[in-house]
């Protein structure tokens, strides 16, 4: 039992304490007054006020620390298995888990092999494993090792053992940081969770000895946070994704994202529909604490521009594994880029879109030669695929291209058809608008645009020593109403070989099943069957 002059000396410097709302303010504020009643404590008798000296320094604890108190964990904090060994004594346990940090509980130890136990409880939370879990002790008889060799902390889970201290496995760790003036903390890093903390103290000599145990403690595992993000499916469009893994702390966490044209506090650790750019997370949990991790969202890379080179992709009859090859315009020599690209699907109507400087076609048989329809791709440096379903493409277009508006224009030119198709792909998402009608059908196997006047250029085939045919379709600017799109004969292309088809050709015809169109307005025919480049 506590002399009846301390007991009113701990209740003078306990108001004092309860001006200030945080743990370390009330500490510090105790051991700020604590120099103005020094000098009348020092006449008390050896049992006052232990462990506490006159111009005492403040300490700064760590966020993650928090005692298992009542002033932090209210009514759920209990005193638990509490007990004595032998001729032990265990006294004041309530003095434990109070909000006064001053106040302790006793364990006494009355000869050889005695003592007794101290435990409080956390009847509605789980610490996490990781944590360091302990008390604040203080017996000035055992100094130095003495005593450590006669603390054992031990933890539970709903009344079942989870770590107990041993030199070999779970050693005790001592907390210097931790410990006000006087005191001792000790403790064990957890290797699993927990909601109890137990102290036992028993001693090796015979000569009585007393612990006094002032709170349990526990210091969470460091909060950390990574940061992730998925890539926007081009830099126009806001689709990216920033997630966030945090681990340690206390949970529950809030995250904080800074980024383009964003700042907000949520509790979710995703949040979708992001920019292009760079972005700062700072994670915050229960407990105060903060970490911050950064990430990017990216978007897919786009393909650079360079002179007098064009890309075809090219599907062989079986199975259908198409194949992306580059193309010089001035040698004719072609490259292999990516085989069996689109997932084997035979990929037809490429163009390149200028506003976002990605290839985009359309995928026309699956890799069993079926049909498919309604499907456009876009591809983006590295031939990776993204699709794009329910456009309304028909079945079998073979000839495509997209102008310098970004608007894609769908012909199946194999077809006697007068409709031409268009998909607006200058937003970044792409959007069905009313269709061309042709004022005739043309028989062609690819066209290209003319970025100089917007209009579209193809040629028709060749049959023997017949020449082809170039042809103009004049593009409408209304995106919005249907309209006509003017068809016009420009003439009979000859000269250089076009119009002789050589005995290699395997069909017996020049069939132009890739045209090109380069900045200048030159434009360019290659022949399915022998690769000859005009």
């Given at each position: 039992m506590k002399p009846p002059i301390y007991s009113i000396l701990i209740s003078f410097v306990v108001r004092l304490c309860?001006?200030?709302?945080?743990?370390?303010?009330?500490r510090n504020l105790y051991k700020r007054r604590l120099g103005s009643v020094g000098r009348f404590m020092g006449l008390l008798a050896s049992g006052g006020l232990l462990g506490l000296t006159s111009g005492a320094q403040a300490q700064t604890l760590p966020c993650n620390y928090r005692t298992l108190t009542t002033n932090n964990f209210s009514t759920s904090i209990v005193a638990a298995r509490s007990t004595a060994i032998?001729?032990?004594t265990v006294t004041n346990t309530a003095n434990v888990i109070d909000a006064n940090l001053t106040n302790f509980g006793s364990i006494t130890s009355n000869g050889l092999g005695s003592g007794g136990s101290i435990s409080a409880q956390v009847s509605s939370t789980t610490l996490p494993v990781g944590s360091t879990a302990g008390y604040a002790l203080r017996n000035d008889a055992l100094a130095g090792a003495s005593l450590p060799n006669s603390i054992i902390i031990t933890t539970y889970l709903s009344g079942v053992q989870q770590d107990i201290s041993s030199s070999s496995t779970t050693p005790l760790v001592e907390r210097?940081?931790?410990?006000?003036?006087?005191?001792?903390?000790?403790?064990?890093v957890t290797t699993r969770a927990f909601d109890e903390i137990r102290v036992t103290f028993t001693t090796t000599v015979a000569t009585p000895s007393t612990l006094q145990v002032f709170y349990p403690l526990v210091v969470y595992p460091a909060l950390s946070a990574t940061a992730t993000a998925t890539?926007?499916?081009?830099p126009l469009v806001s689709d990216g994704t920033v997630s966030v893994l945090a681990t340690g702390g206390r949970t529950a966490y809030t995250y904080t994202y800074s980024g383009p044209n964003t700042s907000t506090t949520t509790s979710s650790s995703v949040i979708t529909g992001r920019a292009t750019g760079s972005y700062s997370v700072t994670v915050t949990d229960a407990n105060g604490c903060t970490a911050t991790a950064a990430t990017t969202v990216g978007f897919p890379p786009p393909f650079t521009c360079a002179p007098n080179i064009a890309y075809l992709v090219s599907s062989?009859?079986?199975?259908v594994a198409s194949t992306a090859r580059s193309l010089n315009l001035l040698s004719g020599v072609t490259t292999v880029i990516a085989t069996n690209i689109a997932s084997g699907s035979s990929v037809n109507g490429l163009g390149f879109n200028p506003t976002d400087s990605y290839l985009w076609g359309t995928l026309n048989r699956n890799p069993d030669r079926s049909a498919i329809s309604n499907v456009i791709v876009r591809f983006d440096a590295n031939f990776v695929p993204t699709y794009y379903p329910n456009l309304n493409v028909v079945a079998g277009t073979n000839s495509a291209d997209i102008d310098r508006n970004g608007v894609y224009h769908l012909y199946n030119g194999n077809a006697a058809s007068t409709i031409?198709?268009?998909?607006?792909l200058s937003s970044g998402v792409p959007t069905q608008l009313a269709s061309l009608t042709l004022s005739q059908s043309i028989?062609?196997?690819?066209?290209?645009?003319?970025?100089?006047?917007?209009?579209?250029?193809?040629?028709?085939?060749?049959?023997?020593?017949?020449s082809p045919v170039l042809f103009r379709i004049t593009v409408p600017t209304s995106l919005t109403?249907?309209?006509?799109?003017?068809?016009?004969?420009l003439g009979a292309v000859t000269g250089g070989g076009i119009n002789t088809v050589p005995t290699s050709s395997t069909s017996g015809t020049r069939f132009f099943g890739a045209v090109y169109m380069d900045s200048n307005g030159d434009f360019y025919a290659q022949d399915n069957s022998t690769g000859d480049t005009f």
């Open positions: 309860w001006e200030g709302s945080a743990q370390a303010q009330r032998t001729l032990g210097t940081d931790l410990a006000a003036s006087g005191q001792r903390v000790l403790g064990i890539n926007a499916s081009n062989p009859t079986t199975p031409m198709q268009r998909i607006n028989p062609i196997g690819d066209m290209a645009i003319n970025p100089v006047d917007n209009n579209i250029y193809s040629l028709t085939q060749t049959t023997g020593t017949t109403a249907p309209a006509t799109a003017t068809v016009v004969r």
